[in-house]
């Protein structure tokens, strides 16, 4: 797919903030069930990942977020449309990127674009001096897969459902 077709919004990217919380957990929440009903992820216990639950397991993170380990959201007239997690692996020497979703009716928007770069800079500017980022998606999803590689990041081993992507610096 050529990207340069794509309308742009552009959009404010910043570190989460508590009040972020309950639009994060519910941009998860949509992204998951979305690709449960479109059959590109099997069937879960929807329970698990519901909003109240993400908050919950978000909340530590926000709490203490600092070089280490943040989230990114970037918002659109004050709403949160899209997110990023970034956490320090210092076994690996790089950043994973982690829990990356955009709002389903904004996708193809380059809003995901946004806050990758974004990530990356932060991380290529951290103290930690990585060698670079990784990241591990579902094996069957060929379509993240496609995106980050044009992102940079190449295909580095499988485990599992997973699949592991790296990006140096």
């Given at each position: 797919m050529d990207d340069s077709?794509?309308?742009?919004i552009p959009v404010i990217i910043e570190v989460a903030r508590a009040e972020d919380l309950?639009?994060?957990a519910q941009l998860r929440y949509e992204n998951i069930v979305a690709r449960m009903d479109a059959g590109k992820l099997p069937?879960?216990?929807v329970g698990s990942i519901i909003p109240e639950e993400g908050i919950k397991e978000l909340i530590p993170v926000?709490?203490?977020a600092g070089e280490d380990e943040y989230f990114l959201v970037a918002k659109?007239?004050?709403q949160v449309v899209g997110m990023c997690g970034m956490f320090w692996r210092p076994e690996h020497e790089r950043f994973q990127f982690r829990r990356f979703y955009v709002r389903t009716e904004l996708q193809k928007k380059k809003i995901?674009?946004?806050l990758f770069r974004n990530a990356k800079e932060r991380a290529?500017?951290?103290p930690h001096s990585?060698?670079?980022?990784?990241?591990l998606t579902d094996q069957d999803n060929e379509e993240a897969q496609e995106i980050y590689e044009r992102w940079g990041f190449r295909e580095t081993g499988r485990e599992d459902n997973w699949v592991r992507m790296e990006l140096d610096f």
């Open positions: 077709k794509l309308e742009r309950p639009a994060m069937e879960e216990n926000i709490e203490k659109r007239q004050g995901g674009g946004q290529q500017h951290s990585p060698k670079g980022m990784y990241l």
